[in-house]
């Protein structure tokens, strides 16, 4: 057995010595090439030391390019406007930026995913939720669709505003049909978020009919929230500062919404008065947003005053 043993051990050694000897040849071909040395500040014409010396000033911040966006897009309507007879696309970009659109549309979909749960809780007052936010979501898709420039989703705006558009209709009562249906606008509205794009049968197509798209009432019922929720963000200066984005935001949001509500088709478009009150509301939400740029936020509180005055007005005479 010891004998035994001894002739295993050396046949095991002797295979492990061979193996060992015909992998250096492998070993020595699959070694790379030796790193380059350079110099002391041979990289210093292509790369910053530090990030904090790539920027002249103060770092940008997400106020700050939210700003540039925003003048951007209003300098880029103002130089083409003359150049397009209806100023349909430019008409956009003055209210609303791109980030705004896209902020929007992303909050407004999570609330509409919140809704979809059960055919139960839909049916018992889930559907007016849908509806609402369906009906947001198909006027922000019109916009997107004739904005003039970048803007995300563009390539599909017009089939998600005619999908979301139909079932803001149909939500008018809630029932197991219509609740699966919103369960199919849940699925298409995560493709189009996530990047993956809608898949419709039928694609959009054509200029925005307003009649089709959405009601004035839910249109009120969304600048009531807003409002609501600009008034709580711009209360005081120290408020209005710590909240800016959100003030820019639903501010240009009301302005995009005064627009929307005298388009033709919609109700009541062709009265002259109550175009010129939404036009006040837009003109004093557009206001807000000039003071913030000015960093005038007593301006920001007075501006919003003035919307909500402009709404009070209007409710008045028309509900």
């Not at 059960?118 to 609402?132: C, E, H, I, M, V």
């Not at 919103?182 to 694609?203: E, F, V, Y």
Request: aromatic fraction near 6%; glycine fraction near 6%.
């Amino acid at each position: 057995m010891y004998r035994h043993s001894r002739t295993l051990s050396f046949f095991l050694g002797t295979l492990a010595c061979v193996v060992a000897s015909n992998c250096r040849p492998c070993v020595a071909q699959q070694q790379r090439a030796r790193p380059p040395v350079y110099e002391d500040g041979a990289m210093s014409r292509i790369f910053f030391p530090d990030l904090s010396t790539a920027f002249r000033g103060e770092r940008p911040t997400l106020s700050s390019l939210r700003k540039i966006d925003a003048v951007a897009a209003m300098a880029q309507s103002e130089s083409t406007e003359g150049n397009n007879e209806d100023g349909v696309e430019q008409r956009w970009n003055r209210l609303v930026s791109p980030i705004s659109l896209e902020d929007e549309i992303k909050r407004v979909k999570l609330q509409f995913d919140a809704v979809i749960t059960s055919p139960g809780a839909f049916n018992s007052g889930g559907y007016q939720d849908a509806r609402l936010h369906l009906s947001v979501l198909a006027s922000l898709f019109a916009v997107i669709s004739e904005y003039s420039g970048d803007v995300r989703w563009k390539s599909d705006a017009k089939t998600a505003r005619d999908l979301t558009a139909k079932t803001a209709l149909n939500c008018a009562a809630g029932s197991t049909p219509v609740f699966n249906e919103a369960q199919l606008r849940k699925a298409d509205l995560q493709d189009l978020i996530s990047g993956t794009g809608l898949s419709a049968p039928n694609a959009g197509k054509g200029d925005n009919d307003w009649s089709l798209i959405v009601d004035r009432s839910p249109m009120m019922q969304y600048v009531e929230l807003l409002l609501d929720r600009l008034s709580e963000e711009s209360n005081d200066e120290a408020t209005a500062k710590d909240h800016v984005d959100s003030v820019r935001r639903n501010a240009e949001l009301i302005a995009l919404v005064g627009e929307i509500i005298i388009q033709e088709g919609m109700a009541e478009s062709d009265d002259d008065d109550y175009v010129a009150m939404s036009r006040a509301m837009t003109k004093a939400a557009r206001s807000v947003v000039t003071a913030i740029d000015r960093q005038d936020f007593a301006g920001v509180r007075r501006s919003v005053g003035a919307i909500t005055q402009s709404c009070a007005d209007c409710h008045e005479q028309y509900r």
